[in-house]
């Protein structure tokens, strides 16, 4: 992996995992990077990041934690490592918009032991809500969605097993029986006179 500035090889170098068996920490920061990058835009190559997307992994990995580093910094940052006429980071300006933050994030270490447990934070992580929708099955929703518990005119359109009666269920249908349309006793004048 070229980076033009050299950092990520300086990281990677750096890092224990890295001098011990190879460079799985930056394959695992930029496969999170890419993952986050392409989230909810189909279109997206995952070679730039939006600064949504930055808020959203920021905030889903803790770096975001409300206190030391809010969304104004997260987004302020953003802002400053991006090219000028850019709406998007790329992964060496995020490589430096991590370091910047790790500082930020954990004050009382190191540059290089916080910028080392930011890439631990961030690794492995995956967008949330990936996938469907998946629907809610809460107590309250099962009571609203019950047909059987249903009064006045929502009762009458649906029948004894909660399907819905279509049409029938929502317009009035006209009897010409003679009688106006509420009037209870209809059919009962043949049988007394």
């Avoid at 580093?69 to 490592?81: E, G």
């Avoid at 629907?135 to 009458?156: F, M, N, P, Q, W």
């Amino acid at each position: 992996m070229d980076v033009p500035d050299g950092s990520a090889g300086r990281l990677c170098r750096q890092s224990p995992r890295c001098r011990n068996g190879g460079p799985g920490e930056m394959a695992d920061l930029e496969s999170t990077f890419r993952k986050f990058a392409v989230y909810g835009d189909t279109g997206a190559s995952g070679n730039d990041m939006t600064s949504k997307n930055f808020s959203k992994m920021m905030k889903e990995c803790g770096i975001m934690d409300g206190k030391s580093v809010t969304s104004t910094d997260v987004d302020i940052l953003f802002s400053k490592v991006k090219a000028k006429a850019a709406r998007n980071i790329t992964y060496p300006e995020f490589l430096e918009a991590l370091k910047e933050l790790s500082v930020k994030r954990f004050k009382g270490k190191s540059p290089e032991e916080a910028l080392q447990a930011t890439h631990k934070l961030i690794e492995g992580k995956e967008p949330g809500n990936v996938g469907a929708t998946k629907s809610v099955h809460a107590g309250a929703v099962d009571r609203l969605t019950d047909t059987s518990k249903y009064t006045g005119s929502h009762k009458e359109r649906f029948d004894e097993s909660g399907k819905g009666k279509g049409i029938a269920g929502r317009a009035d249908l006209v009897q010409n029986t003679g009688y106006v349309g509420a009037y209870k006793g209809s059919g009962t004048y043949d049988k007394t006179h």
